[in-house]
Every structure is written in structure tokens, then in C-alpha cells.
């Protein structure tokens, strides 16, 4: 009743080492090219640097694809750090997909019975073999309580937790050696690797997590009535199984599910900016991951937010420097956008007048608020142009912990927005709510 469930041998863990070395001395390689033609002691062939690059990037994703755990993790965390990695790697590793084949049914009933201490049919009434989503580091089952409510629940893959050791072993000697010929800092990059990936394995933390947002999101009572966070059931979840309430329902994207629920997009899109925009600006903490799979239209039409395994908190100071940001942005303030940047020590004085005149290009009529359709439609070549010039002055530009994270959070939001209701402007979404709680009052219901 009570086995270990089956792990990755030593042998194997050791080919998995022994792989991943094989890349890093690959991008070595590639990476002592790279600053001996940035200092003239050797040149490349247009185009070569690039190709090279880009076939790295390839070769990755098909080792991630094949050895999966962390490796899927580590690249799509990787692939949203574009002031660290060249455009080329970053956009193979967005081709990353978290999505596996399922592990056998007896090896997820020995993990879930060696963490309950009890026989699976003990645990719960029933509990589907057949997975609902299955993903790197674990998968998730239907199943029901003794007290007939219907749950979900989540299972780290047996001994997924050695593979993401030697995944992180090898990215942790990789950093370090090109720390040594980088002005980026690769080790913050390892950090927030590891920080996430240790998150995403500790099914108690994701549990807290969305106790925390639902309390969080309650302080609203618009936001509390209109959006759903599962339940967490304590007495059937540890480190790693987690049991939550089901929260029946479909996609936010599925156009004919969410029509038969009567739900409406518009509105949809509005709830989730609300609910996201309250974690990100007013709370601190928040949800990574929200992509059209974890946002769900309930059965009585109410918007329901799942899985808080990638989950970020962002200090008091980086708060303050995002809701003046904003500030300016609704206000079309560069002046005051490049002051917050500053003091919070993003940039260096010298750069202030560049950022300044970045932002007045940004702010211009022609870019401003636009729909996503008008966004589609837009001539880039040209903005591009009229960036480059003034990108080339900014010397010095330092991400905050968490900002990273924070970025992908919104930009998965936008998009979703972009799919959903494409003529939607955002200010209409957000600047009534955010001029309300930034400035200090309360959120209008």
C-alpha cells in the first residue's frame, strides 16, 4: 500500500547529466565566437553567429522535449529572459510545450498512497485512472470525497524531483561559466530558475497560494462575486499531492463552451484584467501562469482561476515603482514613468533623458491605447526605427526580482484579451480601476 513509486535510476540520472553537459560545451563554443568577433580577435560570416544560435536553440528544445522534467520549466522561464539570451534562442524555446505523455495509472496511485498514508480507495470514493492534463513535472485526476464533493487531483511524477536536481546542477555550471564573460548577471537567471521549479514541486506552497489570492481577491466584493478560486482539501493533500475543489467548466478561449454558459467575452476579459491587476499592483502576489488552460468559465458563468503552482511575490518597492508606472502610463506621463524607473534604481541618471524620449514615442497617438486588431494592423518598421535610435543610448537598465514573472503574468493576460475581444480598448478596462485604487480610493464595483 505504502511503495515508493518508481524513480529515475542512478544510471539514468547520469545520462541525463552527461547530455545536458554535451549542450553546455555546445553553447560554450558558441558563446567564445560570440566575444571573439565582439573583440575583433576573430570575424563571422553574416548570418553565422545567428544560424549557430539558432540551431543550439533547436537542439535544446528536442533534448527537453525527450528528457522533460525540468528542462520544459527551465526553457520557457529561460526563453522570457530576452535581456539575457539573443532574440534567435529565445524565440525556439517559446516553441516549448508543457505537455507529456501520461505516466501509468500504478505508478500515480503508489505516489499518492506512499504520501497519504492510506490505500487510494480509502482516500477517495473514486478516482479517475484516466488523467485530465498531464504536464512536466506532474498530472492531475478526477476524483470524489467521502462527502460527494467532486475534486481534482494533482500528482508530482515519482522521483521527478532527482531529474530536476541534475537539470538545475547543469544549468548552475553552465551560468557560472558564461557569468564570467557577461555583463548580465546569470546567476539572478539561475535564481529565479531554481526558485520556480522548487515552487512548482511543492504542492503545500501552491496549496497556501490560493488560499492567498482568494483572500486577497476578497477584499474586492465586485471581484469576490465574480471570480472563482478552488477550495483546497488539507486532509488529502501533502508536499506532493493536492486536492482542490473541481471547478466545472470550460476555457475562457472555447467560444461555443463559454456562448452555452452565457457568458460573454467582453465582460470575461474585463474580470480577469480586474482580478489580475488586483494581485499585481494592489497585492504583490500573484498568479504566473494565466493562459487560456488555467482560466476557466464556471457552469454559473463566473470566472474561475486554477492552478498556482508558478506564483511570484514582488517586494513593497517594486509595487510602488509598478502602480506609478501606471500612473503614468494612464496619464501619458513619460516625465513620471522615467522617475519611477529611477528610483527604483532600474536605470542610471544619465540614461533618464533617453528613457524619457522612448516613452514620448510610445505615448504617441498613433501607438496609444489601440485595440489589439489595430495593434495586429500596426507598421512596426516604423516604430522600430524610431526606437532604435534612442534604445542605443540607454546604458544601463536592471530588472527587478520578479519582474520577469511579472511580464510573462501580463503579457499571457493581453494576449488572451487579444483572442477574446479584439476590439477592446484596455484604458476602458483598466483606467477607472486603476486610477481609482492607485490613487489611493477604492476600485468602482
Request: hydrophobic residues 45%; contains cysteine; neutral net charge.
Amino acid at each position: 500500500m505504502q511503495r515508493e513509486a518508481s524513480a529515475p535510476s542512478p544510471a539514468a540520472l547520469a545520462v541525463r547529466f552527461s547530455v545536458l553537459l554535451g549542450l553546455i560545451l555546445r553553447a560554450a563554443g558558441i558563446w567564445l565566437l560570440i566575444v571573439l568577433d565582439g573583440r575583433g580577435w576573430w570575424r563571422a560570416r553574416p548570418g553565422q553567429l545567428t544560424a549557430r544560435q539558432q540551431r543550439f536553440a533547436r537542439r535544446f528544445v528536442a533534448v527537453a522535449n525527450r528528457y522533460k522534467g525540468g528542462l520544459i520549466k527551465l526553457g520557457q522561464v529561460a526563453s522570457l529572459r530576452v535581456d539575457v539570451f539573443p532574440e534567435e534562442v529565445s524565440a525556439e524555446l517559446e516553441r516549448l510545450q508543457d505537455r507529456v505523455e501520461a505516466h501509468p495509472f500504478r505508478e500515480i496511485r503508489q505516489q499518492v498512497e506512499a504520501e497519504l498514508g492510506v490505500s487510494l480507495e480509502q482516500a477517495f470514493v473514486s478516482f479517475d485512472p484516466e488523467p485530465l492534463a498531464s504536464a512536466s513535472l506532474g498530472q492531475v485526476h478526477r476524483g470524489q470525497l467521502d462527502t460527494g464533493e467532486e475534486v481534482a487531483v494533482k500528482v508530482l511524477y515519482p522521483g521527478v524531483e532527482r531529474s530536476v536536481a541534475v537539470d538545475l546542477a547543469a544549468a548552475r555550471l553552465a551560468f557560472g561559466l558564461f557569468n564570467l564573460v557577461t555583463v548580465a548577471d546569470l546567476r539572478q537567471v539561475h535564481r529565479e530558475l531554481e526558485e520556480s521549479l522548487r515552487g512548482e514541486m511543492d504542492y503545500v506552497r501552491e496549496g497556501r497560494a490560493a488560499e492567498e489570492v482568494g483572500r486577497n481577491l476578497g477584499r474586492d466584493p465586485a471581484v469576490a462575486e465574480r471570480v472563482r478560486i478552488p477550495r483546497i482539501h488539507w486532509e488529502t493533500t501533502r508536499s506532493r499531492v493536492l486536492t482542490m475543489e473541481f471547478l466545472e467548466g470550460c476555457k475562457i478561449n472555447d467560444s461555443a463552451g463559454v456562448a452555452a454558459r452565457g457568458g460573454d467575452p467582453n465582460e470575461l476579459v474585463t474580470w480577469a484584467t480586474r482580478a489580475f491587476l488586483h494581485m499585481m499592483f494592489r497585492d504583490g502576489f500573484f498568479h504566473c501562469d494565466p493562459h487560456p488552460g488555467n482560466l476557466l468559465v464556471c457552469e454559473d458563468g463566473r470566472l474561475g482561476i486554477i492552478d498556482f503552482g508558478m506564483n511570484k511575490r514582488i517586494r513593497p518597492e517594486v509595487i510602488a515603482m509598478l502602480r506609478e508606472s501606471l500612473l503614468a502610463t494612464v496619464s501619458q506621463d513619460p516625465e513620471r514613468y522615467a522617475k519611477a524607473l529611477l528610483e527604483a534604481d532600474m536605470i542610471d541618471a544619465r540614461d533618464h533623458e533617453a528613457v524619457v524620449e522612448i516613452l514620448r514615442i510610445s505615448f504617441a497617438p498613433e501607438y496609444w491605447n489601440l485595440t489589439p486588431k489595430e495593434v495586429s494592423e500596426l507598421d512596426f518598421g516604423v516604430f522600430i526605427r524610431r526606437m532604435r535610435a534612442q534604445l542605443k543610448r540607454v546604458r544601463s537598465f536592471r530588472l527587478p526580482d520578479g519582474l520577469v514573472m511579472w511580464s510573462r503574468a501580463l503579457s499571457l493576460l493581453l494576449g488572451i484579451a487579444a483572442e477574446l475581444a479584439p476590439g477592446i480598448r484596455p484604458l476602458e478596462v483598466v483606467g477607472p480601476y486603476v486610477m481609482g485604487f492607485l490613487a489611493g480610493g477604492e476600485a468602482p464595483a
